[in-house]
C-alpha cells in the first residue's frame, strides 16, 4: 500500500478496522481536496454497502467500493440539522438528518466512530454559536437604529432639502 497523507494515517491509526475497505482508503485522497483535512473514519455499513466513512473538516463521506455494491455519499456539514448516536456494546448506529432525510449508518465501531460523531457535534456547536452571534449583532444594530439617540437631532437637517428626498417619502413630487 502507498503512504497515506499524515491526516488521513493519523484518522486511519485512531479506527478500528477489520478486513475490507482497502480499495476505499486507496480511493480516499482522489476525492478530497488539497485544503481538505481528514479528521476521522471508521467502517461501517449504509443502504446495504459496507464501506468507509470518512468526516472532513467539511463534509462527511461515505465510500463503498466493493466487487458488487458500489456507493459514494457526499454530504456537506453545512447540511446536516442533527445528529444521533446509539451504541451496544461498543457498536453503534450514526443518523445524520439532512432536514427530515434521515441517513442511517450502523455498525459504526472504534474510536473513528466515537471521533466521528464528536466532530459533527463540535461543527454543529460551532455554526449553533455562529448563529447566534448573528442574531444578536442584528438585534444590537436594530436596537441602535430604534433608539432615539441614534436618530439625527431635528436642529441638524439642512434648510433646503432636495427634492428626491420628498420623492421617496411619498412618491409625489412636490410643487
Keep these: 500500500m502507498t503512504a ?28 478530497l481536496s ?17 464501506g468507509l466513512a470518512v468526516l472532513t473538516d467539511s463534509r462527511f463521506l461515505f ?11 457526499d454530504i456537506s456539514l453545512d447540511r446536516i440539522t442533527h445528529v444521533q448516536w446509539h451504541t451496544v456494546f461498543g457498536v ?10 434521515p441517513l442511517e449508518f450502523t455498525g459504526v465501531s472504534g474510536p473513528g466512530g466515537t ?6 457535534r463540535q461543527n ?5 454559536r455562529l448563529d447566534r452571534q448573528v442574531r444578536e449583532g442584528i438585534l444590537t444594530l436594530a436596537a441602535h437604529f430604534e433608539s432615539p439617540a441614534a436618530a439625527p437631532a431635528l436642529d441638524s ?11 421617496a417619502d411619498s412618491m409625489v413630487p412636490r410643487t
Design 115 to 120: 471521533a466521528a460523531v464528536q466532530g459533527l
Design 92 to 101: 453503534g448506529t450514526l443518523t445524520l438528518h439532512l432536514g427530515a432525510v
Design 124 to 128: 454543529m456547536a460551532g455554526r449553533d
Design 34 to 50: 488539497a485544503d481538505e483535512t481528514v479528521s476521522a473514519m471508521t467502517q461501517c455499513r449504509y443502504q446495504g454497502c459496507f
Design 157 to 167: 437637517f439642512p434648510d433646503e432639502v432636495p427634492e428626491c428626498y420628498f420623492l
Design 4 to 31: 497515506l497523507r499524515p491526516d488521513i494515517a493519523a484518522a486511519r491509526a485512531n479506527a478500528r478496522f477489520s478486513l475490507g475497505s482497502g480499495r476505499e482508503l486507496r480511493q480516499l485522497e482522489s476525492v
Design 63 to 73: 465510500l463503498c467500493n466493493g466487487l458488487i455494491w458500489r456507493a459514494y455519499e
